[in-house]
């Protein structure tokens, strides 16, 4: 690993991858989430698999024990068999190339040839470093958690997963030459899924315009780190597709489009408690992805 993956790898290898409504004026009508909020039990969950993951990787690397002599010997080594990898190797604070391939890495050569297609699921699981996996797990608290309180844990974990499956899919037939891992498929399949969600639910937005553009750049910027050395954007745009298309099918909340304006007086405006504001953790979220 001579050079760190910002998005799905840590080396020169490996790709980084019910409704009321109160009359405000004489055409004027706010119309108040009563929807039901969840509570958002899964995506920490998801966080703590992908943390106990990284903790069961780097035990199995063992640094000080199979250190192949980089230079400048494993970082940390007061952490033992969990120490990190010689930053030569790997400047993200993570385990070896090697030890990645062998616990579910995604390689090309292995899921078409050696007939492990549970790679496309497993390295989704798996990140190359601490740097890596800070900044994926933060963004998916920043993005996940709204989503998951929203439309329940079935909807977003379906998201989720299957998103990371397709930035996995399109990742293996356009990248076949180094591993990849990482989180960040899934993650631009929640991005995608939230572009959906704006567009099916467009009437319960207060400042249309700028929760779109606001979304638009964040997805676009991401987008464009991919073009980077070494950063899987195959993966992102596997994973953002994916949850874009899901994000219409799953996403739907009927109640807030032509079954609440059916109510209303002809020429009425609709307002509504959600706010361009709330896109602002978008944009903390952006700024985590392209860090990690």
């Not at 001579?2 to 290898?13: M, Q, V």
Request: charged share 10%; proline share 3%.
């Amino acid at each position: 690993m001579a050079s760190g993956d910002l998005e799905r790898g840590g080396g020169s290898n490996v790709k980084n991858r019910g409704n009321s409504y109160n009359q405000s004026s004489s055409s004027s009508y706010y119309v108040e989430n009563n929807e039901k909020q969840w509570t958002s039990w899964l995506v920490p969950m998801f966080v703590v698999a992908n943390v106990a993951v990284f903790v069961v990787v780097m035990y199995v690397n063992n640094c000080p024990r199979n250190n192949q002599g980089f230079e400048g010997g494993c970082v940390a080594r007061f952490l033992g068999r969990l120490s990190f990898e010689p930053l030569k190797e790997n400047p993200l604070f993570g385990p070896s190339s090697n030890t990645l391939e062998k616990l579910g890495a995604l390689n090309w050569d292995k899921v078409v040839h050696g007939n492990q297609a549970w790679r496309l699921i497993t390295c989704i699981w798996l990140h190359a470093g601490v740097i890596h996996l800070l900044a994926n797990m933060l963004s998916l608290i920043f993005i996940g958690i709204r989503l998951e309180q929203q439309f329940g844990f079935i909807r977003v974990g379906l998201i989720y997963l299957l998103s990371g499956f397709g930035g996995s899919v399109l990742s293996s037939l356009f990248i076949q030459r180094s591993i990849s891992v990482g989180a960040s498929g899934a993650l631009f399949g929640l991005l995608g899924a939230m572009l959906s969600e704006l567009l099916t639910n467009w009437t319960i937005y207060t400042n249309k315009a700028a929760a779109l553009i606001t979304l638009m750049v964040i997805i676009v910027i991401n987008l464009a780190v991919g073009i980077l050395p070494h950063v899987d954007n195959f993966a992102h745009i596997g994973g953002f597709l994916t949850g874009f298309l899901l994000g219409f099918v799953l996403l739907l909340r009927p109640q807030f489009g032509w079954v609440g304006r059916k109510h209303l007086p002809a020429g009425a405006r609709v307002t509504s408690k959600h706010k361009a504001y709330q896109y602002l953790f978008l944009v903390i979220a952006m700024v985590l992805l392209i860090v990690g």
